[in-house]
């Protein structure tokens, strides 16, 4: 059964960091890209960030660059978000997912993802 669990979501203080972690299970992992997008109320769900199955590639949405770094462990079927400088805007509940239509794809893309997770809340407060 695929699935994939986020953890390390919390509350925090604007420009304060926060590392979220996804363990994959029930797939091929490492064959994969995996991505991070995340849901404040009231919104639609966005993307954040993308790394390709190798971690040759990467890709960030605007509102994140510079601040969050996207990695992952392929041995232990992890992948990783780090952010940092956190803004109040930033604050939305974090889900990972999994790119299974390109395999061992050298490129990185925004959609369509599946088998998303519960996610995880991140609150920055201000």
């Known amino acids: 059964q695929v699935q994939v669990v986020e953890s390390g979501g919390g509350l925090v203080q604007a420009g304060g960091s926060l590392r979220l972690s996804c363990a994959a299970s029930?797939?091929?992992?490492?064959?994969?890209?995996m991505g991070w997008f995340r849901q404040a109320p009231g919104k639609e769900r966005e993307f954040v960030a993308a790394v390709s199955w190798d971690s040759g590639s990467t890709d960030y949405a605007d509102s994140v660059k510079g601040r969050f770094t996207i990695s992952r462990d392929n041995a232990a079927r992890t992948v990783y978000l780090q952010m940092n400088s956190l803004k109040p805007e930033d604050t939305a509940v974090y889900y990972c997912?999994?790119?299974?239509?390109?395999?061992?794809?050298?490129?990185?893309?925004?959609?369509?993802?599946?088998?998303w997770g519960q996610g995880t809340q991140v609150t920055v407060s201000s």
């Open positions: 029930g797939f091929a992992f490492r064959m994969y890209a």
């Open positions: 997912a999994t790119d299974r239509t390109r395999v061992f794809s050298s490129s990185v893309y925004r959609g369509p993802y599946d088998s």
